[in-house]
Nanobody, 125 residues
Framework: QVQLVESGGGLVQAGGSLRLSCAAS????????MAWFRQDPGKERAFVAR????????NYADSVKGRFTISRDNAKNTVYLYMNSLKPEDTATYYC??????????????????WGQGIQVIVSS
């Protein structure tokens, strides 16, 4: 049974930093592309960042490029999202996702087969 468990969210002031973690079980993160998405209430879940199975390539939404970094610790079977220079518009529930059947649409929600339960991030102005 695959489980993705996010942690590290919370309340932070604008300009601050947070590190989100996604601990995987039942799945080896080094074998699959992993991603982070985020969702505001009443809005579609939106792509944030993705790292390929090899770790050699990363992709980011334009809104977070230069501020967020996705990485992976294979020994801990965990994926991270480092978020710097946070803005109030980064406030959302953040979800970790695993792409076990790649179809080439990494920024699309339907590309990913497994999801975490989500973790809330609130950035105050």
């Amino acid at each position: 049974q695959v489980q993705l468990v996010e942690s590290g969210g919370g309340l932070v002031q604008a300009g601050g930093s947070l590190r989100l973690s996604c601990a995987a079980s039942g799945l080896t993160v080094s074998r699959y592309a992993m991603a982070w998405f985020r969702q505001d209430p009443g809005k579609e879940r939106a792509f944030v960042a993705r790292i390929t199975w090899s770790g050699g390539n990363t992709n980011y939404a334009d809104s977070v490029k230069g501020r967020f970094t996705i990485s992976r610790d294979n020994a801990k079977n965990t994926v991270y999202l480092y978020m710097n220079s946070l803005k109030p518009e980064d406030t959302a529930t953040y979800y970790c996702a695993a792409d076990t059947v790649p179809r080439g649409y990494y920024s699309v929600r339907g590309e990913y087969e497994y999801w975490g339960q989500g973790i809330q991030v609130i950035v105050s102005s």
